[in-house]
């Protein structure tokens, strides 16, 4: 059937009017074309014959539509992020910027200094460096040596006085550590040493053996120095490792002596400064000089002596002090042992602070001269008074004797001070009220006017007020005992200033330290007046200053020792029974002289206590009344005071029965 035609495809005319359809209507849809490729209906291709199938994509808008909203989103996000830091939290955003890149620094005033009244300088601040170090530089990786702490801290740790074990130590600390202290507050002499062994050891490094040293650095720092060591430590007190007052006058002038810290504003990059952003700098305000009313000249002969005879004594401690007596100024105030402020690490704990002001004990017969004042001022006898003075006197619960065993005396009032009688003293002050209570009220008040039992006025850090209890307290011994020193307890401050007051004609002024202080302009601006009190009348104090003579002068005085060629000197002895502070029972004496001079125009006035000596004599005229010579004779030298050449007046000591 090859050579037949095929048959011919019949075209379909063209529809007719009213045909389906209809006129209006449209005709029937003209039949699809088939796919060459399509398979007919039924599932198989046309012809038998299999071709490619074709994929058809589907419509990009969806997509679109969803890739445009996320981004949407996302900008959206962004845009308010951006609202928010630019416009709601712009403030904050640049002040933590602004604190990340200005750097601000406190500038430490320098500390101002302690002179004596002439200006010398007895604490100063000087220029000092911080011995730093860096742990990683000792590695053996670094320096090419298994025990490079151990021979860097050979070489250094005596250099810094510090253990040979401790520097070694804090150069091995790991952990990546880069800084580590190894002293502070050395002297600039002490890293020039360093340094120069450092420049040494640098000098023979090579790159297969580097320094040992290499690793150790110096930071600037200040350091308080005493220039005279031990001279007035106690007074002077010391600064902490911090730099702040810590005892004495350092800690009770800290806020004068400090000034005020200054503050640098920079702006940084990576650590470092920027030179071109500018920055801002207030001045720190240095601290006020202080200007005390020590004579150093004085304050040392007081601390040589008093140490000299603490030693020779073998006591426990000692203390004098050296007051104008027109004034209320201290000269000088030492204490022994002492202490190096300079070293405190050296420093026995037991002679920290001032116990001249913080120790607080039974006065003795030197306490008498108050009984004495009572006595006069109230009219209840006059120093040729009559007191005739048995070898006991029984009072309250007790059997009352002298120092020492002795017929019945035929004193004066004055020959009761002269030769300091304790039985001699109780008879006195029974005179001063018609029964023992009103006498005991009386002797209250006039000590209580001494400044006993209250605070001297001086406001130094852990100063003791005394102990005086009122006399509706005092106890049956007491009302015996207070008249000649024992009962009741004071420091030597309170002790000194009750002779000033005789001395300074009845009128107690309060003792002082501080003379002023001196500013960046260098004026002296002066302390604040201190306060003044009448005890007693000028003719009472008259009095009582040549009954002090008596002590002295008089062959049967106890103060010979005390005498000083040229000059009249009124003075006192004492000896107590003396509290054991570790046990609280009586253990030992106290012994102690007071007086002033010259005698009829005072000018100084010089008391001194020894606590507990064990060695020799432990009466006070016996090894206290040699340091009040030499201190006075000092002090009247160096303050050039003339004799007043006028003779002494001579009180009977004595006087005979029947007279």
Known sequence: MTDREPPRRRVPKPARTGERGGPGRPGPRPPRRPDPGAAPRGGRPRGGRSGPRTIRLGSPRPRLRMVGLGLTLVMAVFVGRLLQVQVVDAGSFTTAAQKNRVVSREIAPERGAITDRDGVELATTVDAYDITADPTMFSPEQTKV?????????????????????????????????????????????????KDLKTAFAERATKAAPSVLAGI??????????????????????????????????????????????QIRFAQAGGRQVPTAGGSEKPAVPGEDIELTLNRDIQWAAQQAIGEQVAKSKADRGYVIVQDTRTGEVLAMANAPGF???????????????????DVYEPGSTSKIMSMAAVLEENAATPGTHVTVPNRLHRGDRLFQDDV????????????????????????????????????????????????????????????????????????????????????SINAMQAASVYSTIANGGVRIAPTLVRGTKGEDGRLVPAKKPEKTRVVSEKTARTLATMLESVVDDEEGTGALARIPGYRVAGKTGTANRVDPKTGRYRGYTSSFAGFAPADKPRVTVYCAIQNPTK?????????GPIYKKVMEFALKTLQVPPTGAPAARLPVTFTAGD
């Open 616 to 624: 020799g004599s432990y009466f006070g005229g016996q090894i206290c």
């Open 340 to 358: 190096d402020p300079n070293d405190l690490s050296k420093a026995d704990v037991n002679a920290l602070g001032n116990p001249a002001l913080q």
């Open 146 to 194: 298994k025990d490079a702490p151990e021979q860097a801290a050979a070489l250094i740790a005596p250099i810094l006085g510090v253990e040979e074990k401790t520097v070694a130590e804090k150069l091995r600390t790991g952990g990546g550590v880069r800084y580590v202290m190894l002293a502070r507050r050395r002297t600039p002499q002490v890293w020039t040493q360093i």
């Open 217 to 262: 650095f110096q930071e600037s720092s200040s350091k308080r120095v005493y220039p005279n060591g031990e001279l007035a430590a106690g007074t002077l007190g010391w600064v902490n490792s911090e730099g702040k007052g810590a005892g004495g006058l350092e800690a009770q002038l800290d806020k004068d002596l400090s000034g005020t810290p200054g």
């Open 405 to 488: 065993d002795h017929p019945t005396w035929q004193l004066t009032l004055n020959g009761v001070l002269a030769k300091s009688s304790n039985i001699g003293t109780i008879l006195a002050t029974g005179q001063l009220g018609t029964t023992q209570p009103e006498a005991n009220r009386v002797l209250y008040s006039y000590l209580h006017k001494f400044g006993i039992g209250q605070a001297s006025g001086l406001g130094f850090p852990g100063e003791t007020p005394g102990i005086l209890a009122p006399p509706d307290k005092w106890s049956t011994s007491q009302q015996y005992t207070i008249p000649f020193g024992q009962g009741l």
